[in-house]
């Protein structure tokens, strides 16, 4: 059983509880808090795609399987930014799954109305139109595919999609597993097929912060070299360093 699951929107907002006004507010009230949405996490999927690129240089015909993807954001960044078209995304999260087609207006209408603002005029709606834009969460040329990749049929329907796939990526997965579910879970990527390289995006173990109780212990933290023993042949990353191993 994970460490941790995101099946509810609640699990979500948990952990991305982030302020949404990066360019400042009135101290006459609290910041508006988005949380997992589209404006307040696509910054940092914009800075992850870019590292990712600027890392691993991979040709645009490289075939891209992103898993734990969420809203496919970093998945979006790498087509309408750099180019990449050939990108399946995962996510299991019934979350996910039920809302990734559907609208946030109204999260965003009731976050600038919890801090006393009307998104319907004045400085609440000039909020709205800095962060809403109409249409789906989900804007990845693919929809989030439900699939967990933990049988023949899942990674068939998988490849079926592009054919063999050169690159896969976990985003934010490993550290909610066990290491045994870390370990089957790796078997499974790869064998969607012959050739496939995993690497895996998290956050790293840091003592001090563990000590201090700002890293959640509910996550099974590690250092870089400590992943890379748990499974020698995969390529582990630092969302807080960038370091490679």
């Not at 910054?43 to 240089?57: D, G, H, M, Q, S």
Request: one cysteine or more; charged letters at 25%.
């Amino acid at each position: 059983m994970p460490r941790k699951t995101y099946n509810t929107k609640a699990d979500f907002d948990a952990d991305y509880d982030v302020g949404a006004e990066r360019d400042g507010r009135p101290n006459t009230r609290p910041q508006i808090r988005l949380n997992y949405n589209r404006a307040s996490m696509l910054p940092y999927c914009e800075a992850r795609a870019a590292k990712l690129v600027e890392i691993f240089a991979w040709p645009l015909t490289t075939k891209i399987l992103i898993v734990g993807a969420g809203y496919a954001w970093t998945a979006e960044i790498l087509e309408s930014v750099y180019g990449y078209t050939d990108i399946v995304t995962t996510d299991t999260s019934p979350h996910i799954q039920s809302t990734q087609d559907a609208s946030e207006e109204s999260e965003i209408d009731a976050a600038i109305t919890a801090v006393g603002l009307d998104p319907a005029s004045g400085e609440g709606l000039g909020k709205k139109n800095q962060f809403y834009t109409p249409g789906n969460r989900r804007r990845h040329s693919r929809n989030v595919k439900d699939e967990s990749l933990n049988n023949n049929g899942s990674r068939n329907r998988i490849r079926n999609i592009l054919g063999d796939l050169d690159v896969a990526i976990t985003e934010d997965v490993v550290a909610t597993l066990d290491d045994s579910e870390v370990v089957t879970a790796a078997g499974w990527i790869d064998s969607v097929n012959a050739g496939i390289d995993v690497i895996h995006l998290m956050a790293v173990l840091q003592p001090a912060k563990l000590a201090s109780g700002n890293q959640d212990p509910i996550f099974n933290w590690k250092t870089l070299a400590d992943w890379k023993l748990l499974v020698p042949s995969h390529t582990f990353v630092s969302l807080q360093t960038w370091e490679v191993i």
